[in-house]
Structures are given as structure tokens and as C-alpha cells.
């Protein structure tokens, strides 16, 4: 089995990978991984999808809205950033978007006038810090330790001691589970009018299932009209969730709703 994370070789995604496999290939993009596994030509796929401090990343659930794949575990991680260059004199910091918002604090107030430049992933910038003594990268401190042109000037500069990042491994559909102890739903109803919000989240709360994550994103088809992300405390199997899964889908009966389905949380800390 050969799982495609987010490269190059030192993201976290690339932790959370090694967490389910030791082959590994990387791509530049979330949907190019998403499309990849869908595609089959890879079994696993690893994305961010939640962090503690910025929220959800916008390009895995759009992603998720678009391809047919499968939800088939949780991988929760912290998130320990260090600040990476060769020297203090340096002029801008790359990384990721996502880490750069997690140490606006830090950055703010250590380096108010350094530049901050949005890159692919906080290994890339990483990267950018050890050829160029002009560049820092934020990233986990073992980064440094590939080569030996980097220093860790600061560690903990996250502005949440408390910072982690849920990832879902990805696979083809077909792999899709219904047994778990969670699930994710993706639900588009193609319809706008007062109280939809409420009549979708009814058939949860009727049924005692813990809702853990909802959220809303552009539909893209026109202003105002959006895809609905739902997580809970329950697996497709149950009962209950057949039962709340029909009354979404009547609710949705213009658009559509998407299984990524069920699947355990794993913790793991590096």
C-alpha cells in the first residue's frame, strides 16, 4: 500500500502519514491528493481537514465536496512549530498559510518587520530557509536536523500551547466503511429558505447523536447557496444514523448527500 500526503518530505501531513504507512509519495496540493486517491491510483491519501487554532482548511472540504473517496480514520497530531533559518538575519518567513496564521503572535511581536510568504507547505519553506540565508521557515524542529545548514532559533511559537491538527486518511469509495465510532457526512441540498439549517441538524438531536463539527461552504453554483460538512458521534451501522442519514436525505431531495463514512480517531504524538 502507498499513501500521497503533502510534500515535500518533513510536513506534518507527512507525520500523520508515517503514522499508517512507510511508503509514501507527496504532491504540491490537497486536491491533486484527493483526486489522486479517487482515481485509484494510490490506496491512502492523508489531509489535513482541522486545526485547533486556525479551523478547518477550506481546500480538503472543498475537495471532499467535489471527489467520491472515503473517510476511513482520524489522525489527531500536535503541532509543535519552530522558527528555521541559518541565521538571524534574515528578511521574510515562508510556510504555509495555515502556520503562518498559528504564529501571527509570535511573528508579530519577535519579527514585526520581517516579510511573510504563503508556500505549498511548511516543509517547502523549510526547504526555501536552507537554500536561501535570507528565508526562515516555520516547521517541526526535527526539520533541521536534514542537513546542516538550518538552526531552531525559537521552538513553541504556535500562539496555543494546545495546537493540533485532525487529518483524515482517504481512500478509494469502495473502501468506505459504515463501522466506527465517528463519521462525516457531506450534504448539499440544493435549496435556501428559513429554518434549512435547523431541519438538517434536527434529525441528530432527535436521535441523541453528538454532532462534533458542522460547517458551510460555497456551493460554487450561485451566491448564497452553500455544501453543509457534518461530523458525529456515531457509525454508519447504527440505527440511529440510517435513520437521521434518510430524513437528511428527503430533506435533500433537490441535491444530494455524500457518505465519506465511519472510522476510529487515532492519536498520535511525535
Known sequence: MTTVTLGPEGTYSHRAAQAI??????????????????????????????NSIEGSVTESLD???????????????????????QTEEFETVASHSQALAQCRTFLEREYPDAALEAVASTA?????????????GIGHPRNAERGDRLEVLAEDIQDQDSNATRFFAIAPAEDRSSGGGKTSLVVYPNANYPGLLLELL???????????????????????DYVFHVDFEAGLYESRTVDAIEDVEELAENGWVRRLGSYDTEHVVD
Open 202 to 224: 434536527e434529525p441528530f438531536a432527535e436521535r441523541d447523536i453528538n454532532l462534533t463539527r458542522v460547517e458551510s461552504r460555497p456551493s460554487g453554483q450561485r451566491l448564497g
Open 21 to 50: 504507512d512507510d511508503e509514501i509519495d507527496f504532491r504540491q496540493s490537497v486536491t491533486s491528493i484527493v483526486d489522486a486517491v479517487a482515481s485509484g491510483e494510490y490506496d491512502r491519501g492523508i489531509i489535513a481537514i482541522e
Open 124 to 136: 517547502q519553506g523549510v526547504d526555501f530557509a536552507r537554500e536561501d540565508p535570507t528565508i526562515a
Open 63 to 85: 475537495a471532499l465536496a467535489e471527489y467520491d473517496v472515503a473517510v476511513v480514520r482520524e489522525i489527531v497530531t500536535p503541532v509543535n512549530h519552530a522558527l528555521l533559518a
